[in-house]
């Protein structure tokens, strides 16, 4: 007998239950008209976002670079340019050194595009996808600012970094005194450690929306109500998970182009890899994005709600460390 | 000693922490929205036995420590340190009170004891769950009473105090359960 562990990491009523989720997404869309595509997962470029590492391999006859997608979200533009009208993924996606109980460096993505919805109007799709695929009740939905100043009486939007690095303090005990970060760094920090976990009290998935405008990534960025400058981004948190990243895309090749060379700037201060940027989308924009939201969501994160599991291994058919 | 990137970290992982060594409990990896990954730690202080939360930032390192647990058996106490023997080297080793401390109502010559060495010193003596003692005090046995109702107090051969039935008499041999420190049963020959 070899003692070699060659079993799946999820029971088989959990790959059936996969199955199951994979059919409701596409009858899903399809009653949306909305059509599946699929695109390349080796990409001659990568996204340079600071913190999002990717996979990368050579093609031997030229040694042409490649790297796996962290998310198809820049080919799915490009058709979207082309004109493909409404469209949607499932894609295996990659990121370098995540691993733990809640990620795995190849996970599963559900990422769809409308030009035909807005901003508020993706949130109620998204919403209407949990409660139909997952049985969820009905998302609560509170903006980024007014979620900081509910939980830690704090606006975020004005807030000082010397204020939020105290108030991370003086609520993370497990924070050593020599803990550096930048303003954004203590923003996310909060928010991970301190308001998230407020989150499961509503019983309910949780839309935050309206995130700070140095936190755009590819979102569009636009005045709020109270004429501050935030960015068209929003998450979904449910049963304690982050679950999905949604866009009102920013539509503007050149101050994209801004951002990308911005991200690489601050991965050379961090002594991380540059990352070649994706003329091939920039063109695509230059040549014009209809007006378009966009959201990825983590299949699998959904599936585990779904089915109970703590561990994402448990709802995947063989866990990366034994692939 | 090596030193252990967070890319490592799993529970059991032994580090020095401020100067003390630690053992990883539990290590969860949070990647917050788009920002920078960490990791949450749970873990025990070994020298203090203390359950702490401590966060790293993701691909920092921390340096690892000479930690091991070795089965040792009790040989004697000379009034400031608890001597042990290993059984296979004969090698002796000397705990003092902070590394026997709870542990000291449970020791008894010739039994095994599990004893975390930090740079070769034992850092913490842990008793088995099981041990046979003999009663060295109690108020007389209830004839009859086996009922195991009530009880009383009993003193045992290591000053340990525990409640027993009320049928139980000085000199019987009891075995207790150390994690509770409370009695199972008359000891079986």
Redesign the interface.
């Known amino acids: 007998m070899s003692s070699i562990n060659w079993q799946p990491s999820s029971e088989l009523e959990i790959l059936k239950r996969r199955a199951q989720l994979l059919a409701d997404v596409r009858l899903f869309f399809a009653e949306r008209n909305v059509m599946e595509v699929q695109t390349p997962v080796l990409s001659q470029a990568a996204p340079t976002?600071?913190?999002?590492d990717s996979f990368s391999t050579d093609y031997a006859p030229t040694g042409q670079h490649y790297y796996l997608q962290t998310s198809p979200e820049f080919a799915m533009k490009r058709l979207l340019a082309a004109g493909s009208g409404d469209i949607y993924q499932i894609a295996p996606v990659f990121r370098n050194?995540?691993?733990?109980?809640?990620?795995s460096p190849e996970f599963t993505m559900l990422e769809w595009y409308r030009p035909a919805l807005d901003y508020v109007g993706l949130m109620y799709e998204v919403d209407a996808l949990l409660q139909q695929l997952a049985g969820f009740p009905a998302a609560v939905k509170i903006s980024y600012q007014q979620l900081y100043i509910d939980t830690l009486q704090c606006d975020p939007l004005l807030a000082e970094t010397k204020t939020l690095k105290s108030l991370a303090f003086k609520h993370?005990?497990?924070?050593?005194d020599n803990?550096e970060?930048d303003h954004?760094?203590w923003l996310?920090?909060l928010?991970?450690?301190v308001i998230?976990p407020q989150l499961l009290n509503y019983h309910a998935p949780v839309i935050v929306f309206d995130f700070p405008a140095s936190?755009a990534?590819l979102a569009n960025v636009y005045q709020n109500p109270n004429q501050q400058k935030v960015a068209a981004r929003f998450?979904v948190y449910a049963g304690g998970l982050?679950l999905a990243?949604g866009y009102d895309e920013c539509l503007d090749p050149v101050e994209l182009k801004q951002r990308f060379e911005r991200d690489n700037q601050l991965r050379s201060s961090q002594n991380k890899t540059v990352m070649p940027i994706d003329e091939r989308l920039l063109a695509a924009q230059e040549a014009g994005l209809p007006a378009c939201t966009g959201v990825a969501m983590g299949l699998d994160r959904l599936l585990m709600l779904i089915s109970g599991k703590t561990q994402l291994s448990e709802v995947l058919s063989f866990g990366f460390e034994h692939s | 000693m090596a030193s252990y990137s967070t890319?490592e970290f799993k529970s059991g992982l032994k580090f020095m922490l401020d100067g003390d060594p630690c053992s990883i409990i539990e290590?969860?990896?949070?990647?917050?929205?788009?920002?920078?990954?960490?990791n949450?730690?749970k873990f025990r202080n070994l020298k203090t036995g203390r359950v702490?939360?401590?966060?790293f930032?993701?691909g920092d390192s921390v340096e690892g420590a000479d930690v091991i647990e070795i089965d040792l058996e009790y040989s004697y106490n000379d009034g400031e340190f608890w001597h042990f023997m290993d059984p296979n080297t004969f090698e002796q080793y000397a705990a003092d009170a902070n590394a026997i401390s709870e542990s000291k109502d449970w020791l008894k010559e010739q039994y095994s004891y599990l004893v975390t060495l930090w740079n070769g010193s034992p850092l913490l003596v842990t008793p088995p769950n099981f041990v046979n003692l003999t009663v060295t005090e109690t108020d007389p046995g209830v004839r009859g009473d086996t009922s195991g109702g009530g009880g009383k107090p009993a003193t045992l051969e290591t000053g340990a105090v525990v409640r027993v039935p009320l049928f139980i008499e000085i000199g019987e041999v009891l075995k207790v359960d150390t994690r509770s420190a409370s009695y199972v049963e008359r000891a079986k020959d």
């Open positions: 976002a600071t913190y999002l050194g995540e691993l733990g109980r809640l990620h993370i005990p497990s924070l050593p803990w970060t954004d760094g996310e920090l928010m991970s450690e998230e936190q990534q998450e982050e990243n | 890319n290590n969860e990896f949070v990647k917050p929205g788009k920002g920078q990954a960490f949450r730690v702490n939360e401590r966060t930032k993701s």
